[in-house]
T-cell receptor
Framework: GEDVEQSLFLSVREGDSSVINCTYT??????LYWYKQEPGAGLQLLTY?????DMKQDQRLTVLLNKKDKHLSLRIADTQTGDSAIYFC????????????FGSGTRLSIRP | DGGITQSPKYLFRKEGQNVTLSCEQN?????MYWYRQDPGQGLRLIYY???????QKGDIAEGYSVSREKKESFPLTVTSAQKNPTAFYLC?????????????FGSGTQLSVL
């Protein structure tokens, strides 16, 4: 079946850029999402990209999509302590939101 | 402010007991969802509902039940048939259930077994 994979942990120094990577298997994916989860809380949508785009930038966030390799990345510039969270990659390939598949999440920790 | 409210934040279940998790939204959204989150795993869909009085099983519905009697409410019951219920449960909603809509999440309920 369809799958979304991410590494579980990433540690970066405060002020550096963070790059969180994700791979997915469903070539018919139309929407790819990044959600953020802070401790003990629900998920919040950070950004999303349509499958016909290569890149999307939103302030400190840059999403890159390599559709050929089915690879998605999220770059956070000038990483701050408030960016500490779990970041989930998700893909939606069909018309219903019930079919969205989430990755296992990458826990981002910030070193001083 | 509009949003999704889940209660309680922490819940303990005894052996053989059914427990119900509450989810209420005031976003006027048609579609609501229940996800289960286990450490190091992605969210897995338990049940979803796209309209009042109708709901469908997700990927891991066994041992769970839901109802959708009101648009704003989508309670989840974890039955005694669910042998491994310890997890973080998240309720979410979207405006109409389309894939291009933002999922709004509640703050979750942590269920543990005594």
């Amino acid at each position: 079946g369809e799958d979304v994979e991410q590494s579980l942990f990433l540690s970066v120094r405060e002020g550096d850029s963070s790059v969180i990577n994700c791979t997915y298997t469903d070539s018919s994916s139309t929407y790819l999402y990044w959600y953020k989860q802070e401790p003990g809380a629900g998920l919040q949508l950070l950004t999303y990209i349509f499958s016909n785009m290569d890149m999307k930038q939103d302030q400190r966030l840059t999403v890159l999509l390599n559709k050929k390799d089915k690879h998605l990345s999220l770059r956070i510039a000038d990483t701050q302590t408030g960016d500490s969270a779990i970041y989930f990659c998700a893909e939606g390939a069909y018309s219903s939101a019930s079919k969205i598949i989430f990755g296992s999440g990458t826990r981002l920790s910030i070193r001083p | 402010d509009g949003g999704i409210t889940q209660s309680p934040k922490y819940l303990f279940r005894k052996e053989g007991q059914n427990v119900t998790l509450s989810c209420e939204q005031n976003l006027n959204h048609d579609a609501m969802y229940w996800y289960r989150q286990d450490p190091g795993q992605g969210l897995r869909l338990i049940y979803y509902s796209q309209i009042v009085n109708d709901f469908q099983k997700g990927d891991i519905a066994e041992g769970y039940s839901v109802s959708r009697e009101k648009k704003e409410s989508f309670p989840l019951t974890v039955t005694s048939a669910q042998k491994n219920p310890t997890a973080f449960y998240l309720c979410a909603s979207t405006r109409s259930g389309q894939v291009n809509e933002k999922l709004f999440f509640g703050s979750g309920t942590q269920l543990s077994v005594l």
